[in-house]
């Protein structure tokens, strides 16, 4: 799941916020304004009412067999 950030300067604010809530903060891109990680599905919806908060986008990762 990726939660975008809509301020550069605002990212480790905005990951402190996201750790907070649950998520797993695996990667910040303060240039590119995207917070990547993970966090429970039940907690997703909560994600979008951090302020800074942008969009959250979830990712699925699938596998070949």
């Known amino acids: 799941r ?3 950030s809509n301020t ?3 990212s480790l604010r905005v990951s ?3 750790q907070a809530a649950g998520m797993n903060v695996e ?3 303060p240039i ?3 917070i ?3 966090i429970d599905s039940t907690k997703v ?3 979008s009412q951090i302020k800074g908060v942008a969009a959250v ?3 699925r990762n699938f596998r070949a067999i």
Do not use: P, Q, V, Y
């Open 8 to 10: 550069g300067d605002g």
């Open 45 to 47: 919806d909560a994600l």
């Open 36 to 38: 990547t990680g993970s």
């Open 27 to 29: 990667k910040i891109m």
């Open 57 to 59: 986008e979830i990712s």
């Open 2 to 4: 990726r939660k975008r």
């Open 32 to 34: 590119l304004g995207a």
């Open 16 to 18: 402190s916020d996201l």
